[in-house]
């Protein structure tokens, strides 16, 4: 078990990134990016903890280019057996922690709110 949360973050840091940007744009209408992801399954043992850094959450029509979210510092805890979830299952969340972030809530005169951004499930 041990070798296995030692060897975890070196295989999945590289790719945690990548499968979560990837999985949260294609589920929303809306573009999600961020500057760099960590992964540790250290500091918050039983769980994981993955770090974003500078992320932002850019709507599409009909609020297209407003940025709906954005944090110097977003933080996930979830539980280990979470990071392998197959694509498209839900990942279960524990606790969210934010810095300095802003959240830009708009409705619009035909009552179109640019927080509603989950795609029609198909």
Do not use: C, H, R, W
């Amino acid at each position: 078990i041990i070798a296995v949360l030692i060897a975890a973050p070196f295989f999945l840091e590289a790719k945690i990134g990548d499968i979560i940007k990837n999985n949260v744009n294609n589920n929303v209408n809306a573009t999600l990016d961020f500057s760099d992801a960590d992964l540790s399954l250290f500091s918050s043992f039983p769980n994981a903890e993955v770090q974003f850094k500078d992320v932002v959450l850019i709507n599409k029509a009909p609020f297209e280019g407003d940025t709906l979210f954005k944090a110097k510092d977003l933080g996930l805890t979830m539980g280990i057996m979470q990071l392998f979830k197959s694509t498209g299952d839900p990942i279960a969340i524990n606790n969210i922690n934010l810095e300095d972030a802003f959240v830009n809530i708009v409705v619009d005169k035909e009552e179109n709110a640019n927080y509603d951004i989950a795609k029609a499930k198909k």
